[in-house]
């Protein structure tokens, strides 16, 4: 800045107007702003899967029928995921802050909605709108860091959002159960989405005093046909995947699924010619050309599959094939979030040292420990309990903690400030759409094939499955640059 304003000879005094420019090109974070970012990542999170433990008792309360009911759980992952790029484009263009506070607003009105809501179907609305402001929310978080921390600062910020998503997930189950089984003044499941409502509205109220606002300096307006394609894409995707099964698979479901290829390929072909046009396409495909966001996406998507498919499934196991209350079926995995926990403690550390093979090594924990998962449940079945549980779930809790901790701070470590919000959405997107994956293909696959082979064998089933996933997250973590700036 200072050579730009500097004249040979004739030193310039920088005006007010351009003090608080040069200020506001250069936001910086503080902890109380971190604190409130943060806080604002582990809300959605939480959300995604805190529903699990509590389909049960909406199921008796509003005679959903099994159909709806994976509607209340899919409303909110597939809102959430067309929308997260779409969110940080906004944020990109009217302020990353502004965005966060209206995410934050409209995530505690959607959240009372679903606590007050009367039918199985408003339930379903209200989850929806409860993702789609969710969309506007995340993508804030991980922008507003990239733009406003560098160095030790966002290296440091990177890897302790990395574990709120992780330990998020597994509080979600937890919280959800001991909340149900409370019955608060007699809420029983709508407290699992009014406990949102007071910490959602402090998000927005610290958010006025501690973020920074911070927005690209060459925004581009919003990419309409890119946006359109790319959700006709996911809706085709995951509404098939979600519902099918729950409706017999009808044609309209392979309808959809044929249309999945055509239509993700329409949305390539319309960003590279964008982008070639010299407009700013929604995913700028020159993104991928970046090592660390390409590999790292590469290694995100078997990660986070993987992830929201054994926490889906290990919750109905948990309830329908031990028999346990809500309760001690969120309480069997805390061991895994105490793993995941202690690993992302030494996280920012070991990365320093070593770099991105720190998820080379996550990669092999964590198929230790799903492999030592898999022996009782197919030696032992009549005698499988949570106490079984606990030696390989803890290990694929702390293999990962070293995988997803470090995952965020590589795939950004590169982007620039300017791009920090299509580059967050980018990676959020990957995120929640592979959580709603593996919910839709591994639970899926679950529930459809239990009642034929037990569920002791789809448990198997599903667990080696997600083992080859953590072979496919150790190749791809190899191809990664060694050094993480």
């Keep these: 800045m200072t050579q730009q304003l500097a004249i040979p000879q004739t030193p310039a005094i920088p005006s007010q107007s351009q003090r608080s420019a040069a200020q506001s090109a250069a936001p910086t974070l503080g902890t109380a702003g971190l604190v409130t970012v943060l806080l604002g990542?582990?809300?959605?999170m939480l959300d995604f899967f805190v529903v699990n433990v509590a389909l049960p008792t909406i199921d008796h309360d509003l005679t959903a029928g099994p159909a709806v009911l994976e509607l209340v759980a899919a409303g909110y992952g597939i809102a959430f995921a067309v929308l997260l790029v779409l969110g940080g484009r906004l944020?990109?263009?009217?302020?990353?802050?502004?965005?966060?506070?209206?995410?934050a607003a409209a995530f505690t009105a959607a959240s009372l909605l679903c606590g007050l809501a009367p039918t199985a179907w408003?339930?379903?609305?209200?989850?929806?709108?409860?993702?789609?402001?969710?969309?506007?929310?995340?993508?804030?978080?991980?922008?507003?860091?990239?733009?406003?921390?560098?160095?030790?600062?966002?290296?440091?910020?990177?890897?302790?959002?990395?574990?709120?998503?992780?330990?998020?997930?597994?509080?979600?189950?937890?919280?959800?159960?001991?909340?149900?089984?409370?019955?608060?003044?007699?809420?029983?499941?709508?407290?699992?989405?009014?406990?949102?409502?007071?910490f959602a509205l402090l998000t927005a109220v610290l958010a006025f005093p501690y973020v920074p606002e911070s927005r690209s300096p060459h925004a581009a307006g919003v990419d309409l046909p890119g946006t359109a394609l790319l959700t006709a894409a996911l809706l085709a995707l995951f509404l098939p995947l979600m519902e099918g099964r729950a409706a017999g698979w009808p044609l309209w479901s392979w309808v959809?699924?044929?249309?999945?290829?055509?239509?993700?390929?329409?949305?390539?072909y319309v960003e590279h010619r964008a982008e070639r046009a010299g407009q700013v396409p929604l995913v700028p495909l020159s993104l991928l050309r970046i090592p660390e966001m390409r590999w790292g996406l590469g290694v995100a998507v078997p990660y986070f599959t993987g992830f929201g498919g054994f926490m889906f499934v290990v919750a109905v196991m948990l309830q329908q094939g031990l028999r346990l209350g809500p309760v001690a079926a969120g309480w069997a995995l805390v061991p895994m979030a105490a793993g995941y926990f202690s690993a992302s403690l030494s996280g920012p550390r070991l990365i320093g040292r070593f770099g991105s093979r720190v998820i080379t090594a996550?990669?092999?924990?964590?198929?230790?420990?799903?492999?030592i998962l898999v022996a009782p449940v197919l030696l032992d079945w009549a005698h499988f309990s949570p106490w079984r549980m606990l030696p390989g779930v803890a290990l694929a809790g702390i293999g990962q903690g070293l995988i997803g901790t470090p995952l965020f701070r590589v795939v950004l470590s590169k982007v620039p400030a300017e791009r920090a919000g299509v580059g967050s959405g980018v990676l959020a997107t990957t995120q929640q759409s592979s959580l709603a994956l593996g919910v839709a293909t591994l639970g899926t696959l679950f529930l459809a094939v239990s009642p034929s082979i037990g569920i002791a064998h789809a448990l198997a089933l599903v667990l080696t499955l997600q083992l080859t996933g953590s072979v496919a997250i150790f190749l791809l973590s190899t191809r990664l640059p060694r050094t993480v700036a």
Excluded: C, E, H, K
């Design 91 to 103: 944020g990109d263009s009217f302020g990353r802050r502004r965005l966060f506070i209206t995410g």
């Design 122 to 198: 408003t339930l379903v609305a209200a989850r929806a709108a409860q993702g789609a402001s969710a969309a506007l929310l995340l993508p804030q978080v991980l922008a507003t860091i990239t733009a406003a921390s560098s160095g030790a600062q966002r290296a440091r910020a990177l890897s302790i959002y990395g574990a709120v998503g992780g330990i998020a997930v597994v509080i979600g189950q937890v919280l959800g159960g001991m909340l149900i089984a409370a019955n608060l003044f007699g809420t029983s499941w709508r407290a699992v989405f009014l406990l949102n409502v007071p």
């Design 362 to 371: 996550g990669a092999v924990v964590q198929g230790s420990g799903l492999a």
């Design 41 to 44: 990542a582990f809300l959605p």
């Design 256 to 268: 959809l699924l044929g249309a999945f290829p055509f239509l993700t390929t329409a949305f390539l």
